[in-house]
């Protein structure tokens, strides 16, 4: 199926193709893929073998932000195991340890985070040591040449701050990842509003602990912010 640009996250900012083709998994596709996806203990290699996925179904996917890729991951696979968009989530209660079972809707909970032409046109930002760098979203073709270096040395495994070393253009590679690995203070801040910016562009969704809430007024009930990612 075809999916516009303009729906994604990114608003489909500065794309010269208006759709690319994401389809849901057939029994066959689904039995190759669980056979042949890198295990849960090298999130690396799952995430790479993620992107590949939706690569093979249509090369313009290559030219996506990051952003709208990771989107693409969660759509593929809920629309391969949900014909509806709505799916079933169990969740662990963070302050009593309830299961909250909770059914999820495309169309209803997952909503994005206003996007500004300014936001996606990059940024200036200077470390605390005086380093000074331009941010420039990366594309899938652009990061995949960041996380290919990653996979073969095994220097960092955490894809969050592979996505964050990726945001940052500059002559120096071994600098800008000596500057986001040893960031301190306000730089950590700086660095957390990046990711925040341009990769955390789904809304969190709402959850309510009926355990909770049993002895609470309706005005004193919090909900649970759930990550898309973590879905």
Request: with cysteine.
């Amino acid at each position: 199926m075809n999916i516009l640009t303009s729906q994604l996250p990114s608003g489909g900012y500065g794309y010269n193709f208006s759709n690319v083709s994401v389809s849901p998994m057939t029994f066959l596709q689904i039995t190759k893929y669980l056979e042949n996806v890198p295990g849960t203990d090298d999130k690396l290699a799952r995430y790479m073998f993620d992107l590949r996925n939706l690569v093979e179904e249509d090369r313009n996917i290559l030219d996506l932000y990051i952003m709208d890729a990771d989107f693409l991951i969660f759509y593929k696979k809920l629309i391969t195991v949900s014909s509806d968009t709505t799916f079933q989530v169990t969740i662990e209660c963070p302050e009593c340890g309830h299961k909250i079972s909770t059914g999820i809707s495309m169309n209803k909970d997952i909503h994005f985070k206003a996007v500004e032409k300014e936001t996606m046109g990059g940024a200036n930002i200077v470390f605390g040591n005086g380093h000074r760098y331009n941010t420039v979203i990366p594309t899938v073709r652009e990061f995949f040449r960041t996380l290919d270096r990653y996979i073969r040395f095994k220097k960092i495994e955490d894809i969050r701050l592979i996505k964050t070393i990726s945001l940052i253009q500059g002559e120096y590679p071994n600098q800008i990842e000596d500057d986001v690995l040893q960031a301190k203070h306000s730089d950590i801040t700086m660095l957390l509003a990046l990711y925040e910016l341009y990769f955390d562009r789904v809304e969190p969704i709402e959850v309510h602990c009926p355990e909770c809430e049993k002895e609470k007024n309706p005005e004193e009930r919090r909900g649970i912010a759930v990550s898309v990612d973590t879905l």
